[in-house]
T-cell receptor
Framework: GAVVSQHPSRVICKSGTSVKIECRSL??????MFWYRQFPKQSLMLMAT?????????EQGVEKDKFLINHASLTLSTLTVTSAHPEDSSFYIC????????????FGNGTRLTVT | AQSVAQPEDQVNVAEGNPLTVKCTYS??????LFWYVQYPNRGLQFLLK??????LVKGSYGFEAEFNKSQTSFHLKKPSALVSDSALYFC?????????????FGDGTTLTVKP
């Protein structure tokens, strides 16, 4: 149980275009989802906390208008990288929590974004 | 504020030998501690957690971890390493009193098990 599906796994886009990444909890309701960015051989950088039915909470230094997050249902959150540039190339990972503080996080398999 | 330290970027062990990946934490209130493993180009997978109770917790793939409150540590261990254990390991902490569910991760330790 506790499966999180993330799509696409890889995406290549041209500079200036937008890319949408989906994160779905398949067998549980996720009131909270988290979006991370991971650079090579580095830890996870939390970008934002996505709460169902309300605005996302962004971490300091993360541009809200650049990384749009929508959590319209208890099973789906999306991250849209708007007007992507090569420096946005990275590995993006989502995780979901069934909102029990003792529950582990359940992670998607990540999305490798390459902006050319 | 909560924080996690993984003092070793890299741990190398020979197959069949015991392994330890270290983690220390700082948190207000009761800590909820987790270990995750990440294989290349994949998301993280949950290994084990400490919430309360026995200080020695057992998890997936033969891993275990020992919670030490006085040393604020939660080291990951395995009695006999396998080559397939080679991966990136993350320790994470969450304050038991928080309702945000936000976890703080360590910087990760790359484990390499050599045949």
């Amino acid at each position: 149980g506790a499966v999180v599906s993330q799509h696409p796994s890889r995406v290549i886009c041209k500079s200036g275009t937008s890319v949408k990444i989906e994160c779905r909890s398949l067998d549980f309701q996720a009131t909270t989802m988290f979006w991370y960015r991971q650079f090579p051989k580095q830890s996870l950088m939390l970008m934002a906390t996505s709460n169902e039915g309300s605005k996302a909470t962004y971490e300091q230094g993360v541009e809200k208008d650049k990384f749009l997050i929508n959590h319209a249902s208890l099973t789906l959150s999306t991250l849209t990288v708007t007007s992507a540039h090569p420096e946005d190339s990275s590995f993006y990972i989502c995780s979901a929590s069934p909102f029990r503080v003792d529950s582990p996080l359940h992670f998607g398999n990540g999305t490798r974004l390459t902006v050319t | 504020a909560q924080s996690v330290a993984q003092p070793e970027d890299q741990v190398n062990v020979a197959e069949g030998n015991p392994l330890t990946v270290k983690c220390t934490y700082s948190v207000s209130g009761n800590p909820y501690l987790f270990w995750y493993v990440q294989y290349p180009n994949r998301g993280l997978q949950f290994l084990l957690k400490y919430i309360t109770g026995d200080n020695l917790v057992k998890g997936s793939y033969g891993f275990e971890a020992e919670f030490n409150k006085s040393q604020t540590s939660f080291h990951l261990k395995k009695p006999s390493a396998l080559v397939s254990d080679s991966a990136l390991y993350f320790c994470a902490v969450r304050a038991g009193s928080t309702n945000a569910g936000k976890s703080t991760f360590g910087d990760g330790t790359t484990l390499t098990v050599k045949p």
